[in-house]
Structures are given as structure tokens and as C-alpha cells.
């Protein structure tokens, strides 16, 4: 059925009589203006209305054999809602009188008729029609708006009285529709709600509109943000109604409108979020990068004191000792620093989580811990082993979606997590670790099946929980609830860089006193995708080196750094081990010596330099000399800006890492 208007189409009347000069005079008169179809018999006229149920006028006669006018009509109206006209050429009032009483004609006539009048009639009987129709259908499409509406709706009367609301603003007061019709509000709703309502009625009586964002408990025991707006119909204010009451029968009607915008608001917090780690991350690389140096500097220094005289007393070198581990205790943070904003080590593949947590319930049942986990933890990965052979794992027996993702740093997040659930519940309880499947969508990866698959991993204990300002701050570094001594506060930020950059989420709920629910979302891969990771060039592991030649006296190399405490370190340990060493403290300065010196074999160059870095120095040494290899050393530095294919040796470094690379360098 159109909802527009057509205007070269005519309205339909039905004329039911059983003289057929009477239908001849009646088709005459109508069928300039209207469409019109005839029937001799009541039965003939219902037929016609089945097959034409869009009629909008009925003109029928009263007196007929067999059906009178009066009962005609009363059939015709469980086929059609068209205006109907009597005609009569009696005067039997009492039954025109009976069907106007029930509803059943608009108007009624005499015979014979006064053919203006009845024209009169038709028109106003075939515009009434159109009119409830286009109400009807308006109310339909009104009707379909309200009941898929993605947010509560209601209207109340001017008693305050629910007249329409859809099942979304039903469920909110926990019953259903029919319940809540003709019910104020004040009868449907909780404490929470009728604080926020008391706070709205002043505001609305005065401007009209009042708006509130509060959590609110659903009748599932659920703690949700909703945005209540209340909007009162009419523009007069609560002085211009009681001076002028009755002018606008509705403005003291009121609309009120109940979103929950729950996921809105998670959404802009992790929106935030990450904005605030990316610049976190930021500063952490600079802060890095000299940090770096100045460790570099200070593990060389000490290393190569111990080369020139190693201390004889037993104090002074346990001291040296203790110095070096400790340089080497601050290069291990400054990583764990920079993992939770680029991630350098992942070695991303297809995974299965249900394999991966079988794997680890197995470790974790006999309080043993896997090598890798055991290479990034440290000491501290045996002592964490004795504590969560409790955890207890829902594994679903049927198979999940693969996912896109580094399987060591995944048991490395899900290990510490566990920890941290364990360290959450001093007098001990239950952890749980389980995996599912959602559908929900939190964003996109170029990973993700279609649909918006997701394989989700919780992590959940029921300690002492957290409050709104402790989860606000879980990521941050350097932030952490444990007892001093006792955490760094980077594993959180760690798992939250590792998970970002794999294209998921983390999720956190928690409750003071209710423990912690703690929720890793990772895109599922589809069948048919064989992604290449694009964020995260992992660096190759370098495989166990057959033994290398002894040093050739005579090889020179060129170390390029600006810094001069880490070039010096960097020379010393060349000069040590008996190669010829040139130093320079620029780019452009590397270049000169290289056109300078034809008999340099190595060139050792800092990435992160003033004016020209190392990535641009290098291209234009290759050109000058192709043969010449550069051993790139950087303390902080995206992969993705080198070449494919160099070798890379991260600050700080020792002087066997430095040695062990130019050596397998000259001798490829």
C-alpha cells in the first residue's frame, strides 16, 4: 500500500441496490469524480468488498430482499472501514436510527435524493476514510519506530501516566508493557531511579527538559550508565499553564527517554586509554633512548675496567659485580617499559587458545613453569609456580577459531595474570581461567572473520577487587597495588601493549571486595585469511654460531655514535679485542671518513642520531660501498624504519653481544 499521496487516483465507491435504475443513476452522478462499482444484492456488494477491500464509500439502499441496508453494512464492516451512507425511501426512521447509534453510516439519505447534498455526503464520507487511513498507517509506522528503537521510550499523560512505551523502557522497570500502561512512574521504579526523578521535577517544570547520566541497577543486578532525558510536551512553562490552563490539551504531557549508554562510555574509556598509552609511549621511547645510553656507558665502563685491572680484594669486585647486574636489571625494565607501546620481540602466528590453556593447566598442575615464561620472568617465575597450582581452567571441548597472535607473550599475559589474581586474595580463592567465543563488536582487525568473531579470555578471582580510580590507573607504568618490593607495575601495561597490538581489547570489571574479572579480546581469523603481520616486525633469533675465526689484526672499523660516553665504550671493547677503530660522532662525519679510508671493513652506526640517522647515513654509505656491512645498534627505535634483512643489536649491550655480532659479520 502507497503512503504517498496520488492525486490523479480516484476513491472507490461501493452503491448496493437492488433496482437497477437506481445503480444507472447513482453510477452517473459519481463516476466523474470517484470510482465506482455496483452491486443489486447485499451478498453481491460483500464479494465486491473482498475482492476490493480499498473501497472508501458505501452507498447502499435499505429495504432489499433477503439483507437489508442496515445489515449489509453491519457485514461490510468486518471487511472495510469505508464511510458508509444509507439511503431510503421510507419512513422507517427506527432502523437508521439503530445503525447510526452502532456506528455503522456516516449519513443517510432520502429518496429520492438532492444530488448536492449527497455529493456533499460522499466527499465527506470518501476524505474521512483517506484521513483514518493515513492515521492508521502513520500509527503503524510509529508503532514499528517504537518497538525498535535501540533505547527506552515512553509517553505519560498529564497525571504523570505511562500512555506508550516500547519493551525496551518496559524491561528497565523489570515488566512488560501491558504492566506498565496506565501506571505512573513512581509505581515502577527502584530507589535509584526515583532519586534521579525527584531531581528531574523541578528542572522539568521550570525549563521543560531535564537530562541526567547516573548508574543505575537493572533488575538483573547489573550496574549500568543510562542517560535519562526528560522532555515535556509543549513550550509553556509551569506560570504560563496555570494562568492559561486548557489552552494545549497535551502540554502537560512528558516524553521520557532512557539510554544506556554503558558501552558508549567503555568505548570513550578505551579510546582515552589508549591515547594515553600511545603517548606514554611516546615519551618512554625518548626517555629510553638516553636511558639506554647512559646504561650502555655504564655496563661498558664497568666491564672494562674489570679487562684493565680487575679488582683483588673480594669486596671491590662483589661491588663491581653488583653494579653491572644491576646496569643489566635496568636495560631488562627499560624493555619491559617499551613492550607495553611497541611490542619488539612478537613472533605473531596462528595460534590455538584451547591448546595454549591446556598447555599451561598442565605446567601449572605440577607447579612447573614453561622455559620461555621462565626466560622472561626470571627468579621470580619459580617462586610465582608455587603459588597458582590452584587455578582452575574451563576449557570447552569443542574446537575454537584460530587467532593472530604471539602464543609465549599469550601464556606469558594469562601466567601473570593469574599472579596478580592470586596476590589479590591474601587468604586465598578460587582463580579461574576460561575462554569463549563472542560475536560482540569492539572494533576491527584485518585478522577478524566475518560476522565480528572474537575468542575471549578471562582471567578471574573473587579477592579484595578494585575501585573505579584503581581501574582507571591498572595500565598505566609503574603502577601497581602490591606491597612495595613486591611488582614493578609494568605487567598490566605489557599485557595491554601486547593485546593492542595484536588488534584486540582488554577488559576489566571489578568490584571492591568482589574480586576482579579480567577479559583479553582477540579477533578470530577467518578460514580463508593468511594475514602478515603489519604493526610488528619481530626480530629473527639468531641461531647457535659455528665457531668463529680468531680477530685478523688490521680490520678497521668505524663506530658512529653521538654520544660519546657509549662510542667510547663501543671502541674500547673494539680496541680490546684487537681491532683498528675509528670513531665518529655523526652521520655526515661517517660519510667523510668512508671516502676517506678505503681499507674499513665494518662500519658499527647508532640509529637514533641528530641531522642524519643512522637509516640515511647507511643508504648513502651503501652507494659509495656497496661491500661495506653496518651493524645498526639503537637503544629504542621502530624496526619497520631499517632495511629488511639488517642486523640490530639493542643498548644496552655487553661486550660479548657486541663482540659475537662483528665477528660473525666480517665473517660472512
Known sequence: MSTLPDPDRKAIVLVVDDEPEILVALTDLLEESYHVLAASSGEAGLALLEQQPDVAVIISDQRMPNMTGDAFL???????????????????????????????????????????????????????????KDLACEQRLLRGLLDNLPFGLGFKDEKGRFIRLNEQMAAQFGRSVAECIGQPEEALIDAERQESLNDAQPVLNAGGRDQQVLKLTNPAGQARWHDLTRVKLGDRTQAEAQSAPGVDGMADYSILIDRDVTDLLNLEQRLRQAQKMQAIGTL?????????????????????????????????????????????????????????????????????????????????????????????????????????SGVQFDIPPET???????????????????????????????????????????????????????????????????????????????????????????????????????????RVESVPGGGTSIELWLPAMAADVSPTPATVTPLSIVPDRPALPDVQPGRKILVVDDEAGVRAVTAGFLRRAGYDVLEASSGAEALNMVQAEQNISLVVMDVMMPGMNGDEAARRIQVLRPDLRVLFVTGYTDLGLLPAGVTVLHKPYTRDALLGDVRAMLAA
Not at 466527499?123 to 483517506?130: F, P, T
Not at 617499559?337 to 590453556?357: E, G, I, K, T, Y
Not at 601466567?415 to 596478580?420: K, S
Not at 591498572?474 to 607495575?489: A, V
Open 400 to 506: 575454537l577459531p584460530f587467532v593472530w597472535t604471539d602464543a609465549v607473550q599469550l601464556e606469558l599475559a594469562i601466567f601473570n595474570l593469574c599472579v596478580n589474581a592470586q596476590d589479590a586474595q591474601p587468604d586465598g580463592g578460587a582463580i579461574s581461567v576460561s575462554v569463549r567465543t563472542e560475536t560482540r563488536l569492539l572494533g576491527r582487525s584485518p585478522t577478524a572473520a566475518a560476522g565480528g568473531a572474537w575468542v575471549v579470555l578471562q582471567v578471574m578471582d573473587r579477592g579484595v577487587g578494585m575501585t573505579e580510580e584503581m581501574q582507571a590507573r591498572i595500565f598505566d607504568p609503574f603502577f601497581t597495588t602490591k606491597d612495595i618490593g613486591r611488582g614493578t607495575g609494568l605487567g598490566l601495561s605489557m599485557i595491554y601493549g601486547f593485546i593492542n597490538h595484536c588488534g584486540g581489547e582488554v
Open 284 to 388: 618512554a621511547g625518548g626517555v629510553a633512548h638516553d636511558f639506554n645510553n647512559l646504561l650502555t656507558a655504564i655496563m661498558g665502563s664497568l666491564e672494562l675496567v674489570m679487562d684493565l685491572e680487575p679488582p683483588k680484594e673480594p669486596g671491590v669486585s662483589r661491588l663491581f659485580h653488583n653494579a653491572l647486574e644491576a646496569a643489566r636489571r635496568g636495560g631488562a625494565l627499560t624493555q619491559k617499559l617499551l613492550d607495553f607501546s611497541r611490542p619488539r620481540h612478537l613472533a605473531c602466528h596462528q595460534v590455538d587458545v584451547r591448546q595454549v590453556l591446556q598447555d599451561l593447566q598442565g605446567f601449572m598442575m605440577r607447579g612447573q613453569v614453561p622455559n620461555d615464561i621462565q626466560a622472561a620472568l626470571g627468579a621470580d617465575s619459580l617462586e610465582a609456580a608455587t603459588r597458582i
Open 74 to 132: 453491519a457485514r461490510a464492516r468486518a471487511l472495510s472501514s469505508a464511510g458508509a451512507i444509507l439511503l431510503t425511501g421510507y419512513a422507517d426512521i427506527s432502523a437508521v436510527e439503530a445503525a447510526l447509534n452502532q456506528g455503522k453510516i456516516s449519513f443517510f439519505a432520502y429518496k429520492p435524493w438532492d444530488d448536492e447534498t449527497l455529493l456533499s455526503m460522499v466527499a465527506q464520507a470518501a476524505g474521512r476514510y483517506e484521513l483514518e
